[in-house]
């Protein structure tokens, strides 16, 4: 894959970055640079190996999902400057 001097200035655009006219073709050489290895990497087989969030095997901890604390909303509300109908009010703020 090779990337013209016109679809380098569309990436800077999308990316928001501004790059001189003159610069464009030295960036677009560094991109295909990286994209060449990009491609090198499609070649290495991995079949067999198993996909991994981490390079230590780990397992995350996991607790029980029980409610422990609910239907407490007057305790809550007793709290709040406003309520009404169990609910916080506050300012409008948009109008």
Same mark, same amino acid.
């Given at each position: !894959?090779?990337?013209?001097?016109?679809?380098?200035?569309?990436? /800077?655009?999308?990316?928001?970055?501004k790059v001189p006219e003159a610069d464009?073709? /030295?960036?677009?050489?560094?991109?295909?640079?990286?994209?060449?290895?990009?491609?090198?990497?499609?070649? *290495?087989?991995?079949?067999?190996?198993?996909? !991994?969030?981490?390079? /230590?095997? !780990?397992?995350?901890?996991?607790?029980? #999902?029980?409610?422990? #604390?609910?239907?407490?909303?007057?305790?809550?509300?007793?709290? /709040?400057?406003?309520? !009404?109908?169990?609910?916080?009010? *506050?300012?409008?703020? *948009?109008?």
């Amino acid at each position: !894959m090779s990337l013209d001097k016109a679809t380098v200035a569309r990436i /800077a655009t999308l990316a928001r970055i501004k790059v001189p006219e003159a610069d464009l073709e /030295a960036l677009g050489q560094e991109l295909n640079k990286i994209l060449h290895w990009v491609e090198q990497l499609d070649q *290495v087989d991995t079949t067999g190996v198993e996909p !991994m969030t981490s390079v /230590a095997a !780990m397992t995350l901890p996991l607790r029980p #999902d029980w409610v422990t #604390d609910g239907d407490r909303v007057d305790d809550i509300l007793k709290n /709040a400057p406003n309520a !009404m109908h169990g609910f916080f009010t *506050v300012p409008k703020v *948009v109008e």
